[in-house]
């Protein structure tokens, strides 16, 4: 699979491409007279390209700004600043009924089946509603809905019933075919199975595999753990803090992670073998993710930087004041530190 | 999976759900209280809008030689100070006070809500300027508005539907933004809008429904504090005169002699009670109704 996207990826232009996009949320303070008091930097700085019918994984800890990427990718949250082009056309200078002409190419599927279906409404208008909002509603409405559901892995007689009535992985299966419904080419996936029990997350994600497969998808798929995007990712973008640090082919981050981070990651991960499992030297970070509001100067990385320590004064001094650039290591793999060969 | 996937076939009828509404009735049926408050109050309207026919009195007749007796048989409330059948007074008061409520409750239901809604939704300066009105129109004293109504426009009941209605909206504008701003907060909104659906259809098919329980409640506690305004404002005679009546009127005036004839207070008091109370549990019952995750 890798093969023929790598292939496709040198001679297509890609299908979603963001350059340096930006996302600050102002903070006010004051109830009568409002300022701006501070500003959090949940997105700094982030670029990447994906292919057609590639899946990018975005991985990172909780705040670290992937889902707030995937968010502004949809249009959801106000960019600062940036670029984001999909299929070639500027999607940030869209505005009003051009973009929500648009949505319908780019969809998004959520980390909360509880929180992403309206309680009030049956299965049916669920997945009905995107069509009708697109005026693409017709006398065979019902019968497609039905088949998507069918499709998505649901029992289409239950189309009169509320989400209340249905377990988290089954009511997943109805958000997927809402994003679906639409046939579009390119999905968020924000987390989509970590809501759900482990029992049913190989489920859905190999739901998502085929589903990719069949329909030709583009994915962006958020995760906070590399273990649940290390199968359906080709590649895998790591963020901390705002920004990527690296960006890999999938077997590649796993063979040999080059940014410091990325390895302490790594080395989180369990090894399915008892005996690779007790040799697993682990590598711990010290300290908390420190606050978005102010992030560090230089490297974002470097106060909780297991390399850091052993550094000459030097270079200390390089990540301290200097912010490190994605850089191309070859085999693909980018990288975000000034310490990395 | 591949594009063999049968599409459903006819005979596979859908599992049986229904409409909300058809959904929420069914529900309601099952509740006893709310039913008997239904069945209560529809008795209570036909009552006042059908009971005049069948009483040979009207609300106007006076006879002072009959002055404020108790119930007896040809007056089964008893008669008022001025000798009037009080069953026929208590079902024409009746008639106002119900016609009053409902109004101001249905003002309050479509100006309040989508006001509200509104203002909740769009949020930021929109938000800011629309709920300034609600403040302003909070702060001028309602005597003092209908006093004004009332020199412009002349004194009628017209006017006093359009007083009340006025204000009875204001606090559930407020209610329903409230409900929004946490409300657009939900996943499920964001996913309307990454699905392309427009602002407007946004909140009033995902916002306001999903307020419906907080919005009964509270249009059911409008009808009561309406029909109590209407009586403040027909004791000061801004309202309903005499000879006409409401429950409001009567009341105030059975208070004034629940010394010497306590009948004056009892029967108005008693439909009033039942009114309200009905109202509380239907209010109740339906909120409880309409929201599906509720089914047992």
């Known amino acids: ?341 | 999976m591949t594009s063999t996937v049968p599409v459903a076939a006819p005979e596979l009828e859908e599992i049986e759900g229904t409409s909300l509404w058809r959904d929420a009735w069914r529900r309601l049926k099952k509740n006893r209280m709310a039913v008997a408050a239904a069945a209560v109050l529809g008795g209570i309207v036909l009552f006042c809008v059908a009971g005049p026919l069948f009483v040979p009195y009207s609300f106007d007749e006076q006879n002072l030689e009959y002055g404020a007796r108790g119930p007896s048989a040809e007056h089964w409330f008893g008669t008022d100070l001025h000798g009037r059948d009080l069953l026929v007074r208590t079902m024409y008061g009746g008639r106002i006070s119900l016609a009053v409520g409902l109004a101001a409750t249905l003002v309050s239901l479509t100006i309040g809500v989508a006001y509200g809604a509104i203002a909740g939704y769009f949020g930021g300066r929109v938000d800011a300027i629309m709920m300034r009105v609600v403040d302003v129109l909070y702060t001028l004293p309602f005597m003092f508005v209908v006093i004004l109504f009332l020199v412009l426009f002349g004194r009628s009941i017209v006017l006093l539907f359009v007083a009340l209605g006025a204000v009875s909206w204001l606090t559930m504008a407020r209610i329903v933004r409230g409900q929004v701003l946490s409300l657009k907060q939900s996943e499920f909104v964001d996913a309307a809008r990454a699905a392309g659906v427009r602002d407007l259809a946004i909140v009033f098919r995902h916002l306001v429904p999903n307020a419906l329980g907080p919005i009964v409640v509270y249009a059911t506690l409008t009808v009561p504090r309406v029909m109590l305004e209407e009586a403040f404002l027909s004791y000061l005679g801004l309202g309903v005169q005499p000879p006409m009546a409401s429950w409001g009127l009567l009341v105030s005036d059975g208070a004034n002699n629940m010394m010497l004839h306590p009948h004056l207070l009892i029967f108005p008091g008693l439909l009033l009670t039942l009114t309200l109370f009905s109202l509380n549990f239907l209010g109740d019952g339906l909120r409880d109704a309409l929201d599906p995750r509720m089914r047992t």
């Open chain 1, 1 to 341: 699979m890798l093969g023929r996207v790598m292939e496709e990826a040198s001679t297509a232009r890609p299908l979603v491409e963001v350059e340096d996009l930006r996302v600050h949320f102002p903070v006010y303070r004051g109830t009568v007279l409002k300022r701006k008091a501070a500003v959090v930097r949940a997105v700094d700085g982030v670029s990447f390209a994906i292919a057609r019918g590639e899946t990018l994984g975005l991985v990172g800890e909780s705040g670290c700004g992937k889902s707030t990427t995937g968010r502004a990718l949809m249009r959801l949250v106000p960019v600062t600043s940036g670029n984001i082009r999909f299929d070639g056309e500027d999607l940030l200078s869209l505005r009003g009924e051009v973009l929500r002409r648009k949505r319908r190419h780019f969809q998004m599927i959520f980390q909360d089946p509880y929180g992403s279906l309206d309680p009030r409404m049956t299965v049916f208008d669920i997945v009905a509603e995107p069509l009708l909002a697109h005026g693409m509603g017709g006398p065979d409405l019902r019968d497609r809905v039905q088949s998507m559901l069918e499709r998505c892995g649901m029992n289409p007689r239950y189309i009169r019933r509320y989400p209340h009535e249905f377990s988290g992985g089954q009511r997943q299966r109805v958000a997927i075919a809402r994003a679906l419904i639409l046939e579009p080419s390119f999905v968020v996936c924000d987390e989509p199975v970590s809501a759900l029990d482990v029992s049913i997350r190989a489920q859905v994600l190999n739901l998502l595999v085929e589903l990719q497969r069949d329909l030709g998808l583009t994915y962006l798929f958020i995760a906070h753990d590399l273990a649940a995007v290390r199968h359906v990712s080709d590649r895998i973008a790591v963020m901390y803090l705002g920004r990527i640090v690296e960006l890999s082919p999938a077997a590649e981050i796993y063979r040999r992670p080059a940014h410091p981070y990325t390895q302490a990651l790594i080395s989180a991960v369990p090894i399915p073998d008892p005996r690779a499992e007790a040799d697993r030297q682990r590598i711990v970070l010290e300290g908390d993710v420190p606050s978005p509001l102010a992030p560090p100067r230089g490297c974002r990385f470097h106060p909780r930087c297991p390399r850091f320590a052993s550094l000459g004064a030097v270079q200390k001094a390089r990540c301290r004041e200097e912010e490190p650039l994605l850089r191309v290591l070859g085999d693909g793999r980018q990288v975000a530190c000034h310490h990395v060969d």
